[in-house]
């Protein structure tokens, strides 16, 4: 039997999920910090996350042990290790270089991180939508983390940034989202610009290296850096540049990065709460 | 079981397969690509919801359920909570007017929620600049590739509406 659509309560019904949509929108647009509503239902959903997370990485480790997958694994990532160890001491090379020609006596020059403070995390959910990239972690504001604390790899290689952060969980924007931007710089020529997520024409995602000088020489290989902030230490791995080109303007110069550090293999990562900015 | 009781607790299972389909979207299949596409598993919820309890109970479940999708971070802002809400009044009124409640029909529905709320989600990307049109084969293969989960998330929700029925005069 055919009922009325437009009846009384489904008119009302809509009416409050529009008035609902606006009224959340405006609380997220105007409120600077996470929005209660938000954070009660992040906070709720996180222990559950966590637990099927750690079902996934456990039935994910025994599917891999079971094919011999884990001691190559292993066996690959101290390779990666190493090699990554190596990358860093030329970089360090180069960074000293480069100083001593332009003689830049206040620049202090770090090669070991013992100013910088930790805290390691679990994934827990990536963000189901296929235009953002972003994950969530299980830990939040108790243990110590906040808004614009810069995640990394265990070797340093850069995640991305704290974008929301709550009781017990925080989620990241990864370098790959478009939304996020951080200053860089190449670390052989010192030439600076902004490193972004974007997409290509056939949908894939790549980091982009924008406000590059038309008149920088740049070769592939050459990897990018973070140049430091308020927010992150410098120094930070990004990825190495695969190619160059002029942008849309036609002056400024660009590059596309092959980012250093596979977000899909990731389980861990490390915020870092504290760290010399001298 | 007392009468009185079913109906809340048809509402709570519903709730907590709102919550198993939330957390195994993000924490299980929240990296995972099928053809470079990722799976929505929400529209598929939302429709076989509504297809067993009609526009008005089924708008309210999309309603709630936009809400708390959109407080759990996902993509889009506040549009799922329009988006889910007109899909269940939408569907409701179909199933109740015009369709039987069939898996046929669900994957159906399934197909045409996941559409319209994954569509205006690449609409509203597009408009943004954060997308663009080469994000429609993306759009179309996630949006086939989701009614992968209606085989077992239309069983789950037409097990729990069975708890309880509203007598029709």
């Keep these: 039997m055919k009922k009325k659509f437009w ?95 332009r003689l830049r006596l206040l620049l202090k020059l770090s090669e070991e991180h013992e100013d910088y403070r930790f805290v390691s995390a679990y994934i827990v959910s990536w963000d189901s939508s296929d235009y953002k990239s972003e994950i969530t972690i299980a830990k939040g504001a108790s243990a110590g983390l906040s808004e614009g604390m810069c995640a990394v790899t265990e070797n340093g290689q850069v995640i991305g940034i704290i974008s929301q952060v709550g009781a017990n969980w925080a989620t990241v924007t990864t370098i790959m989202d478009s939304s996020l931007e951080i200053s860089a710089s190449v670390s052989s020529s010192g030439y600076t610009g902004v490193v972004q997520g974007t997409y290509l024409v056939d949908g894939s995602h790549v980091l982009r290296m924008n406000y590059l000088p038309t008149e920088a020489v740049l070769k592939n290989s050459d990897q990018v850096v973070t140049t430091g902030s308020t927010l992150y230490p410098r120094g930070l791995l990004l990825g190495q540049l695969t190619d160059v080109g002029l942008d849309e303007t036609g002056v400024a110069k660009y590059a596309t990065v092959e980012p250093s550090c596979d977000l899909s293999q990731l389980e861990q990562i490390f915020i870092i709460t504290q760290y010399d900015n001298g | 079981m007392r009468e009185r009781y079913k109906k809340p607790i048809m509402w709570t299972l519903y709730g907590v ?56 971070g996902a993509d889009g802002g506040a549009l799922p909570i329009v988006t889910f809400t007109v899909s269940a009044i939408v569907i409701g009124w179909l199933c109740e007017s015009f369709l ?70």
């Excluded at chain 1, 290790?81 to 270089?97: H, S």
């Excluded at chain 2, 939330?22 to 598993?41: E, H, I, N, P």
């Excluded at chain 2, 509504?50 to 999708?69: D, K, N, P, T």
Aim: hydrophobic share 50%.
């Design chain 2, 17 to 72: 397969l709102f919550l198993l389909c939330a957390v195994v979207q993000t924490s299980m299949l929240g990296d995972v690509r099928l053809f470079g596409a990722k799976l929505a598993l929400m529209p598929v919820l939302i429709a076989c919801v509504s297809m067993h309890q009609g526009a008005e109970r089924g708008g309210i479940y999309g309603l709630v359920c936009g809400f708390c999708w959109y407080c759990s």
């Design chain 1, 7 to 101: 009846t009384g309560r489904v008119k009302t019904i809509l009416l409050i999920a529009l008035v609902l949509a606006i009224v959340v929108t405006v609380v997220s647009a105007v409120v600077s910090e996470t929005p209660f509503f938000t954070n009660a239902v992040q906070t709720v959903l996180s222990p559950f996350r966590s637990t099927v997370a750690a079902i996934d990485r456990q039935a994910e480790r025994y599917y891999n042990y079971l094919f011999n997958y884990e001691r190559l694994q292993a066996e690959n990532a101290a390779l990666e290790k190493q090699i990554l160890g190596m990358q860093e001491d030329i970089r360090t090379a180069e960074t000293f270089q480069r100083e001593n020609e």
């Design chain 2, 100 to 169: 039987t409640c069939r898996f046929a029909t669900a994957l159906l529905m399934s197909l045409g929620a996941a559409a319209f709320s994954q569509g205006l989600l690449l609409a509203l990307k597009c408009y943004l600049g954060q997308a663009n049109g080469s994000f429609f084969r993306v759009y179309l293969i996630g949006t086939a590739a989701s009614l992968l989960a209606c085989p077992l998330i239309y069983p789950a929700a037409w097990g729990v509406s069975k708890i309880y029925r509203e007598q029709k005069i």
